[in-house]
């Protein structure tokens, strides 16, 4: 299977700016994608990123694609309590079914 | 519209026993997802369908089934709980021509 990987843990202070690093390892994957999950809650889809693009930036959430380095990063600016939470990173395994393989997460604490 | 919803959200299982955990989707969609979360190995994907009436497995099928016998369900079930199956199982879904996948908010489940 793929190999995506992330750091556990990253704590910030509120309104600094937080950087959650991932990396995997499919290079044939069209698509890598940020997922969060709040406390007791399912997934929910952050943002993502074709790979053909180095940066896509939506609001304060910046990505940041290094193909060469088979690295994603998720920048979130002026992070704030409502940001803790657990990110995912994603692949897509390029099979029929385009499944997804998830990082292990990254456990994000907003320290106020 | 309710999205992804998972049914029971809780249950504690004796080893041996068997249960199945139900997941219905209003939209419509033609790719349903069973996966497991455990802590510091992010989503692994039990089983997934790709239609009414097709099943395939995933990353972990070892111990569970699966059926599809409508296209807004899917059923995951256990024929004879193991402690190593204690964990949290999502459900998602999506549509056959978006990679975005819904998920739902979880079961946790606890095999004694």
């Known amino acids: 299977g793929e190999d995506v990987e992330q750091s556990l843990f990253l704590s910030v202070r509120e309104g600094d700016s937080s950087v959650i690093n991932c990396t995997y390892t499919?290079?044939?994957?069209?698509?890598l994608y940020w997922y969060k999950q709040e406390p007791g809650a399912g997934l929910q889809l952050l943002t993502y990123?074709?790979?053909?693009?180095d940066m896509k930036q939506d609001q304060r959430l910046t990505v940041l694609l290094n193909k060469k380095d088979k690295h994603l990063s998720l920048r979130i600016a002026d992070t704030q309590t409502g940001d803790s939470a657990i990110y995912f990173c994603?692949?897509?395994?390029?099979?029929?079914?385009?499944?997804?393989?998830f990082g292990t997460g990254t456990r994000l604490t907003v320290i106020p | 519209n309710a999205g992804v919803t998972q049914t029971p959200k809780f249950r504690v299982l004796k080893t041996g026993q068997s249960m199945t955990l139900l997941c219905a989707q209003d939209?419509?969609?033609?790719?349903m997802y069973w996966y497991r979360q455990d802590p510091g190995m992010g989503l692994r994907l039990i089983h997934y369908?790709?239609?009414?009436?097709?099943?395939a497995k995933g990353e972990v099928p070892d111990g569970y089934n699966v059926s599809r016998l409508k296209k807004q369900n899917f059923l995951l079930g256990l024929e004879s709980a193991a402690p190593s199956q204690t964990s949290v199982y999502f459900c998602?879904?999506?549509?056959?021509?978006?990679?975005?996948?819904?998920f739902g908010p979880g079961t946790r489940l606890t095999v004694l």
């Open positions: 994603a692949e897509i395994f390029q099979t029929g079914a385009n499944n997804l393989f």
């Open positions: 939209m419509n969609h033609e790719y």
């Open positions: 998602a879904s999506r549509l056959i021509r978006s990679n975005e996948q819904f």
């Open positions: 990123i074709f790979s053909n693009m």
């Open positions: 369908s790709v239609g009414e009436g097709t099943t």
């Open positions: 499919d290079s044939s994957s069209t698509y």
